[in-house]
């Protein structure tokens, strides 16, 4: 008994210290640090291993301090263009898309998110047609492949991609596979075989203590002149296979100059966790012969980044709102820039609408996206819940004329922890088929409404507010 109350006695000791550097810690959010706080209370002991695992972010300046060589170059890449953003292409537009260059100006100043104006979009809602049309891509490379994907699981699709790299290979076709550490999920012999006829793959972050930084990036660059960005991975319940029924996601095809947005990336990505630095030679960056008129930043974030990029352009297509804004997101868990951002416009008269789905893959996420959703509801802000399998989409589209869509949701993990990348564009043709889009999917939907949200079960309601509590972890 003795020895048990020493060892509880230790590691309270432990907690106060942790505690006292929590609040200390000039850099760390505010919510986050009472989450913290009171799961080193809560839960003593479980509490110090939790916070050593996923809550201390003391390694990140020597994790990241690689990447500021590489981010230079992407400095001296975009340097020009903030003296020439008059010729972005969207002034001459004028009406609304006055109001959307202040979007990219922020976008390309705190991002060096570099604007082009020369792309065609494809949009794909469904599994099928997006990786019918990524196969089609991969096959037809003759260059370079370079895919980077959150999750890739061990199945009949991951299996094929695989094997559709392999052949790339075999054929003298540069092919590199970036995935984060966490989701890779291929067999150790299948990937063999891939790297024994000259494909090159490198994980992302395989230490134990940076399990809480996941590169979340879905990416491919096909011979640097088509390239595609959004929610999906590679895995059969993408098709619609998994538990979760019929997967909704969105996601880009994108050809155009703005495909060197996505090759820069990658080269990032790439360069960082691989012993592999490719160098920045033309070749990856062919003159595009696109037609498109669409203007589009790759914008990304992450932990190894001063702001939250992402999330900034968010709140700034927000505020540009003049008639609606609709979004879709899986995790919604927003931190008051967000919530305001979306409370604020719909007072101000906007159609604000919030797609969410109505099965949980993460149980706590979902019932603290159902209690944020509920404080918006006396706002006049709408919510949804997708009724048709599950929704992965992580999209906004504002007046049908501006739009991002990537890997982001709308939660303080993608703000705050995940390496993330998004594509915003700004044009009424594709800005309409998202608005499109997500009106075709109300039919399918339920409606949250205050009267129903405010008679929940009382079981509803705690479930909820434990899982509120910890919410703002980071």
Request: hydrophobic share 40%; proline share 4%.
């Amino acid at each position: 008994m003795a020895l048990f109350l020493t060892i509880r006695e230790i590691f309270l000791i432990i907690d106060i210290l942790l505690i006292l550097v929590i609040i200390f810690d000039k850099r760390k959010n505010p919510t986050s640090t009472v989450g913290w706080i009171l799961v080193l209370i809560l839960l003593p002991g479980l509490g110090f291993f939790a916070y050593l695992f996923l809550g201390q972010d003391w390694t990140k300046r020597r994790l990241f301090s690689r990447k500021a060589e590489v981010d230079q170059i992407i400095m001296e890449t975009v340097t020009s263009q903030k003296k020439e953003l008059k010729r972005i292409g969207m002034e001459h537009r004028g009406g609304a898309y006055e109001r959307l260059v202040s979007i990219a100006r922020m976008l390309l100043e705190s991002n060096q998110a570099i604007i082009t104006n020369d792309n065609t979009l494809t949009i794909f809602t469904d599994g099928k047609e997006k990786f019918n049309s990524l196969f089609y891509a991969i096959r037809s490379a003759r260059h370079h492949i370079h895919l980077q994907y959150y999750i890739i699981r061990d199945d009949p699709l991951s299996r094929d991609l695989i094997s559709a790299l392999t052949v790339k290979a075999q054929e003298g076709v540069e092919v590199r596979l970036l995935a984060d550490s966490l989701g890779m999920k291929v067999k150790k012999k299948e990937l063999e075989k891939f790297l024994q006829a000259g494909g090159k793959y490198a994980a992302f972050f395989p230490r134990l203590y940076t399990l809480n930084y996941r590169n979340h990036r879905k990416i491919a660059v096909i011979d640097g002149t088509s390239g595609f960005i959004g929610g999906y991975n590679i895995g059969e319940e993408y098709l619609g296979k998994g538990p979760l029924g019929y997967w909704r996601d969105t996601a880009i095809r994108i050809d155009g100059t703005g495909v060197n947005g996505l090759q820069l990336r990658f080269f990032m990505d790439w360069n960082y966790a691989s012993d592999e630095k490719i160098s920045f030679d033309p070749v990856y960056f062919p003159e595009k012969t696109g037609h498109g008129t669409c203007p589009l930043q790759i914008v990304s974030s992450g932990p190894d980044a001063r702001w939250n990029q992402i999330k900034d352009g968010y709140v700034k297509l927000i505020q540009s709102a003049m008639e609606s804004v609709y979004i879709q997101t899986p995790y919604f868990i927003p931190d008051e820039s967000i919530s305001d951002a979306l409370r604020i416009a719909a007072h101000s008269g906007v159609d604000v609408r919030i797609m969410i789905p109505c099965k949980p893959d993460h149980p706590f996420v979902y019932w603290s996206t159902l209690s944020f959703i509920g404080d918006l509801l006396d706002s006049g802000v709408r919510a949804y819940t997708y009724d048709n399998g599950f929704i992965h989409a992580k999209t906004i589209v504002v007046d049908g004329i501006a739009a991002s869509v990537g890997s982001a949701n709308f939660d303080v993990r993608s703000f705050r922890l995940n390496f993330e990348a998004n594509a915003f564009f700004y044009d009424p043709e594709y800005g309409g088929q998202m608005m499109k889009a997500f009106l075709d999917d109300l039919p399918k939907c339920t409606e949250i409404t205050l009267e129903g949200y405010k008679n929940r079960s009382r079981w509803i309601k705690v479930k909820e507010s434990v899982s509120r509590l910890f919410s703002p972890l980071g």
